[in-house]
Nanobody, 120 residues
Framework: QLQASGGGFVQAGGSLRLSCAAS????????MGWFRQAPGKEREFVAA???????AYAESVKGRFTGARDNAKNTVYLQMNSLKPEDTAVYYC????????????????WGQGTQVTVSS
């Protein structure tokens, strides 16, 4: 089970940190991912954090967003800086033991989403 939190309302240029807490004892075996879905748009990949802490990002967030994980806390984070109005979306965390499944959006497990709203 995945529980995302940390969303909110922020002005352009501001920052937010999302968290996703996972239940279970095998968290370290999973690649974790972040996706987002804006109104009227398809869900899109944002970031992936491999089981070893390696990261990959969508071009639209590179240099602004940073993913990290704390295996001791079964938690993955997404630090979002220099937020733009186009970052407004519901953000979801995802998990799978297969890295490419996460990147391609076919994760086995998904969280419930947290709303991020960025005003101009």
């Amino acid at each position: 089970q995945l529980q995302a939190s940390g969303g909110g309302f922020v002005q352009a240029g501001g920052s937010l940190r999302l968290s996703c807490a996972a239940s279970g004892r095998t968290f370290s075996a999973y690649t974790m991912g972040w996706f987002r879905q804006a109104p009227g748009k398809e869900r899109e990949f944002v970031a992936a954090i491999s089981r070893f802490g390696g990261t990959a990002y969508a071009e639209s967030v590179k240099g602004r967003f940073t993913g990290a994980r704390d295996n001791a806390k079964n938690t993955v984070y997404l630090q979002m800086n220099s937020l733009k109005p186009e970052d407004t979306a519901v953000y979801y965390c995802a998990a799978d033991v297969v890295y490419q499944s996460v990147v391609d959006g076919f994760s086995s497990f998904w969280g419930q989403g947290t709303q991020v709203t960025v005003s101009s």
